[in-house]
């Protein structure tokens, strides 16, 4: 996900001397890049493996969820990319973000938007609906329309935001089972599918899907905290 995120990497458009803050950094290949155009960059994440995966990379990388950043006034920007729709606790999140700019400060970045991957989540319902399994009832991510999600962040304390849906397919080099087992990995657990059936489910997904082109639908964004 982190090539894909180069246009919202170019919006942020980051300057020498500026600090920002990673929100979702992962193993930190955008965040680099962003400390290479001069900015002083701190990433977080919520993954012990990608936060070590990040500084292992030579990334200033922390352990900390997006709804408990407690920083105030401390960041001129905040970057997101592929992180945000994994967020639950949005409103609390959009806060923290919010706090942790200083007057001013933007936030620009991308995140799974309305309509993201519904072929790909229909077939593996379908899949375990038909094997017994009952998929759970409650979303396991936050695909936002953009005046929701501009709700959300304005609601926040932010101010002109820009949010706009990009349908972006997508092929999966590993295939889409191995989306399946890595990527709803979380889905499976809450539907009690047992480890030793993922396998054969996965593979059941990709011959429903066709092929390996993900249905991606990204959300862009960019906002500004009010001087």
């Known amino acids: 996900?982190?090539?894909?995120?180069?246009?919202?990497?170019?919006?942020?458009?980051?300057?020498?001397?500026?600090?920002?803050?990673?929100?979702?950094?992962?193993?930190?290949?955008?965040?680099?890049?962003?400390?290479?155009?001069?900015?002083?960059?701190?990433?977080?994440?919520?993954?012990?493996?990608?936060?070590?995966?990040?500084?292992?990379?030579?990334?200033?990388?922390?352990?900390?969820?997006?709804?408990?950043?407690?920083?105030?006034?401390?960041?001129?920007?905040?970057?997101?990319?592929?992180?945000?729709?994994?967020?639950?606790?949005?409103?609390?999140?959009?806060?923290?973000?919010?706090?942790?700019?200083?007057?001013?400060?933007?936030?620009?970045?991308?995140?799974?938007?309305?309509?993201?991957?519904?072929?790909?989540?229909?077939?593996?319902?379908?899949e375990l609906i038909g094997r017994g399994y009952r998929p759970p009832s409650e979303a396991g991510n936050w695909y936002a329309s953009p005046e929701e999600f501009a709700e959300v962040y304005e609601e926040a304390g932010f101010r002109d935001v820009d949010a706009r849906l990009i349908e972006r397919p997508t092929p999966i080099d590993h295939g889409i089972a191995a989306w399946v087992t890595a990527f709803r990995k979380g889905w499976l657990d809450r539907a009690l599918v047992p480890e030793g059936e993922r396998a054969e489910i996965a593979d059941a997904v990709a011959d429903r899907v066709g092929s390996n082109m993900a249905d991606y639908v990204r959300l862009r964004f960019i906002m500004r905290k009010p001087n």
């Open 1 to 126: 996900m982190s090539e894909l995120g180069g246009a919202a990497l170019e919006l942020l458009d980051p300057q020498a001397g500026e600090r920002i803050l990673d929100v979702g950094c992962g193993e930190g290949t955008l965040t680099k890049k962003i400390a290479e155009r001069g900015a002083t960059v701190l990433g977080i994440d919520n993954s012990p493996e990608m936060v070590a995966a990040a500084q292992a990379n030579g990334v200033d990388a922390q352990l900390l969820a997006a709804e408990a950043i407690s920083f105030s006034e401390e960041f001129d920007a905040a970057f997101s990319n592929a992180a945000l729709h994994w967020v639950l606790a949005k409103e609390q999140a959009a806060a923290a973000i919010f706090r942790a700019l200083r007057p001013g400060g933007r936030f620009v970045g991308e995140m799974g938007g309305e309509g993201n991957l519904e072929k790909l989540r229909e077939a593996l319902d379908d």
